[in-house]
């Protein structure tokens, strides 16, 4: 949910003159020093050297590596790539071929600037190379078709609007927030129901339900998450769901990382109590490869959540509509759920960007639309709510996450949960290692996909055309992920690269 901006601070320097001499001088030597120890970037090349894009420039496809030539580089940095309208980051390696990036998938095609920033923030100055679009994917037969093109439920379509807090929504007036929903085009309100095992919200009832149905507002109810108790916070989700709510969302996000056997356990508890086909969705990370230890392919698995809805709070993240909602896109769309995506109008947003953010997500065929939150909404951007969006914007494909070995996380644990019904040798265990590889390059032959070793477009389509094989991490064959943390894969334990969107206050 909603993290509050890091406010900036602002050194104020001395009134004396002499003093303030010696300051600027002091500050100057610094700069000075500190750009002498930045990274140093003197080009870059493709990988290999002989790839044929490559005849007049440094043109790479995205998903694939590049080699970055310079001094002070180390494998753990983090390389930016540029563009007009956006950035996306990817982590420096040492490999045979030197220091190596991957082009993140979400990158706009066309002319990009690299350049690499060590851990004390210092950075290169730029290198330009040319990033390909990605290739179209193979023609599969109808069969296989995936989860998110079957309907969404209804009450994930349209426009939604999130509650936190309902005495501070208007002050709680049902009346005032049916008013302000219908002038907005809001069709569901979420509001939240509990938080962990014992904390059951007493704003979420039955007589709150049916005062908003009676307006013509669906109602669904979102609980936060922690995995301590799972079996209690599902008995908590489930009733919020006898008060006659719509759907139920569950926001699972740091607290969560490593507990996939929680995970399951909560799912299998949750739907033991409302039923196989009851709305369900998930709100959680956007950028689920920042996050190698986090369940999604349980939450979003079989039995789980019909619906994602990732947090693609693209102002506290740091980046534009664009570049945000690419990666968000990109990492998301692998696990075949109906993206509905969470956006941002707290902290100040442009009401250019609300709208940017609708026409982009229209143009990636989102279910739904929702915002957080209620409360901290402004007036102006209220207005913004209730006015047409234009049409859907003119994107590129984002491309799909480029999976090679040595990756680790809860992407690989999807892609080996697909693989293995193909190649029963591929270990579940959240580790692209040399028996998963080996499988990966048997399964593209067999498809008549080059043999990389390395998932594209076109494996993810073939891969994911497969049935699901889905691992039980409750069972005592389960690999323990670590002191105090649920069983569950290898990639379990695995700590998050970062929180791409800055920490919020407990609630």
Same mark, same amino acid.
């Given at each position: ?37 930045? *990274?140093?970037?003197?080009? !870059? ?16 496809? @995205? ?77 599969? *037969? ?65 007589? +709150? ?54 995970? =399951? ?46 947090? @693609? ?45 609708? =026409? ?6 989102? !279910? ?6 209620? =409360? ?42 697909? +693989?293995?019904?193909?190649? *029963? ?11 998963? !590889?080996?499988? +990966? ?20 389509? !073939? ?6 094989? *889905? ?37």
């Amino acid at each position: 949910m909603p993290r509050p901006r890091t406010v900036r601070r602002r050194a104020v320097l001395g009134t004396l003159a002499p003093l303030g001499l010696i300051l600027v001088a002091a500050a100057g030597t610094g700069t000075a020093d500190a750009r002498s120890r930045a *990274p140093q970037l003197a080009g !870059a090349r493709c990988v290999p050297a002989t790839a044929k894009s490559c005849k007049s420039g440094v043109a790479v496809a @995205v998903g694939k590596q590049v080699q970055l030539r310079g001094t002070r580089l180390a494998a753990g940095q983090r390389v930016s790539f540029r563009w007009s309208r956006g950035a996306l980051a990817a982590g420096l390696k040492r490999s045979r071929a030197g220091y190596v990036a991957r082009v993140p998938a979400g990158t706009r095609a066309g002319k990009v600037s690299v350049t690499v920033r060590d851990k004390a923030g210092r950075r290169s100055k730029a290198v330009a190379i040319s990033v390909l679009a990605a290739p179209k994917p193979v023609s599969l *037969p109808a069969t296989a078709v995936l989860t998110s093109d079957v309907t969404p439920p209804a009450a994930f379509t349209g426009n939604g609007m999130w509650i936190w807090e309902l005495p501070k929504s208007d002050g709680g007036d049902l009346a005032a927030i049916v008013a302000k929903a219908r002038a907005a085009s809001i069709s569901t309100v979420f509001v939240k129901s509990s938080d962990g095992p014992t904390n059951r919200w007493a704003q979420f009832d039955a007589p +709150l339900v049916a005062a908003l149905h009676a307006q013509g507002l669906r109602v669904c109810a979102w609980q936060f998450v922690y995995g301590t108790s799972p079996e209690a916070e599902a008995r908590l989700g489930a009733d919020a769901v006898a008060a006659g709510a719509d759907c139920l969302v569950i926001d699972a996000e740091g607290q969560y990382e490593g507990k996939y056997a929680q995970a =399951q356990r909560y799912i299998t508890t949750l739907r033991a109590s409302i039923g196989a086909a009851y709305p369900v969705g998930l709100t959680s990370f956007p950028y689920v490869d920042y996050h190698p230890g986090l369940p999604f392919s349980v939450f979003l698995g079989a039995g789980g959540a019909q619906v994602n809805l990732p947090q @693609v709070y693209w102002k506290d993240i740091g980046g534009t509509v664009d570049a945000v909602s690419a990666h968000a896109y990109a990492h998301n769309r692998l696990y075949g759920r109906h993206i509905a995506p969470l956006g941002q109008t707290y902290g100040s947003v442009p009401a250019g960007d609300v709208q940017r953010f609708r =026409q982009v997500w229209a143009a990636y065929g989102a !279910a739904g639309l929702s915002w957080w939150s209620w =409360q901290a909404t402004p007036a102006a951007l209220w207005t913004t709510l209730g006015t047409a969006a234009g049409p859907p914007a003119v994107l590129p494909d984002p491309g799909w996450p480029a999976l090679g070995k040595g990756a680790k996380g809860d992407e690989v644990v999807w892609l080996q949960q697909h +693989l293995v019904s193909a190649v *029963p040798t591929v270990p579940v265990d959240g580790v692209l290692g040399t028996s998963t !590889a080996d499988g +990966l390059r048997a399964f593209q032959t067999a498809h008549g996909l080059p043999a990389t070793g390395t998932t594209d477009a076109a494996t993810w389509t !073939a891969v994911l055309a497969q049935p699901l094989t *889905p691992k039980d991490w409750t069972s005592a064959g389960a690999t323990a992920a670590g002191a105090g943390r649920a069983t569950g894969p290898r990639s379990a334990g695995l700590p998050a690269r970062r929180d791409e969107i800055p920490p919020a206050a407990r609630r």
